[in-house]
């Protein structure tokens, strides 16, 4: 019976951090740069793969870091009305930073004289596999978490960015308690960031398998756009948000059907086969 008892006692979770003398490490950083390190090798090995010269990745890398950090700042900033955000530490947004990274990479595959196309071909399994790598810093940092519930995974964040306190929930996820309720109390909720990183992780073995497709150059990231749609769709039902418009969506799910739709058209318009190519199954 005390078995039973412990096994359904929720996750009690707790920033990864550590100090180096003055240097304050966290986990989200450690991941974020981990994130964009493996992008650099994935897409430099497609690249050579692909016989061509992967030179050019590590500029299109640095313009990412800045394009993506950036884009994911505004966004909140400016499309979630958050202004208080500008000068945090939190504040970065998936879609915002994928829009600001892709338009720096595209301005220096453009300056670099390398063809779009090719651009995100080699970067729809980088980009796939720096967002699993990037959420494991979402997690260690507790942020990004779900709405409140009482399952085998649920967690709290005493510690979180914010913690998953009744008071905060209420205040800026617009999630209700009984009346009563102590704002302090800590509520146990979704741990959506283990969500996404499973799921981002079958988005990239997706994505890596099917790289030595037949079809057009360009045609993975079509592919991307698909799979990255239908995870952000899935995974905001889960996920703490008051951005819910009068559709009953958040603005993200709407960017993410948006993607859905795009993705479905790109794989379409670029399905014609390459000369000479054959598609392959190999890892």
């Not at 005390?2 to 990864?16: Q, T």
Request: glycine content about 12%.
């Amino acid at each position: 019976m005390n078995f039973l008892l412990l096994a359904i006692e929720p996750i009690v979770h707790h920033p990864f951090q550590f100090g180096i003398g003055p240097i304050q490490l966290t986990g989200f950083g450690i991941a974020v740069v981990m994130g964009f390190v493996i992008a650099q090798t994935i897409a430099q090995q497609e690249m050579e793969r692909l016989g061509h010269d992967p030179a050019p990745i590590a500029d299109m890398i640095i313009g990412a870091v800045i394009g993506g950090l950036l884009g994911a700042k505004l966004y909140f900033v400016v499309v979630l009305g958050n202004w208080e955000a500008l000068f945090t530490r939190g504040g970065f947004v998936f879609w915002g930073g994928l829009i600001g990274g892709a338009i720096a990479v595209l301005a220096i595959a453009r300056y670099k004289k390398v063809p779009v196309m090719r651009t995100v071909e080699v970067g729809a399994p980088a980009v796939a596999a720096a967002y699993a790598v990037g959420r494991t810093g979402c997690w260690a940092v507790g942020d990004d978490y779900g709405r409140p519930w009482d399952g085998p995974l649920a967690t709290v964040f005493p510690e979180g960015a914010p913690p998953s306190t009744a008071g905060i929930m209420a205040r800026e996820f617009g999630v209700t308690f009984p009346p009563g309720t102590d704002p302090s109390a800590l509520i146990a909720v979704h741990p959506t960031q283990l969500y996404e990183i499973a799921m981002a992780t079958a988005m990239f073995w997706i994505i890596w398998r099917m790289r030595k497709h037949s079809h057009r150059e360009g045609w993975l990231f079509g592919l991307y756009l698909l799979l990255a749609g239908i995870e952000r769709f899935v995974v905001e039902f889960f996920r703490a948000k008051d951005d819910y418009l009068a559709i009953g969506l958040t603005i993200a799910q709407v960017l993410a059907l948006s993607a859905v739709v795009v993705g479905i058209v790109w794989l379409y318009a670029l399905r014609s086969p390459r000369v000479g190519v054959t598609i392959s199954s190999e890892i």
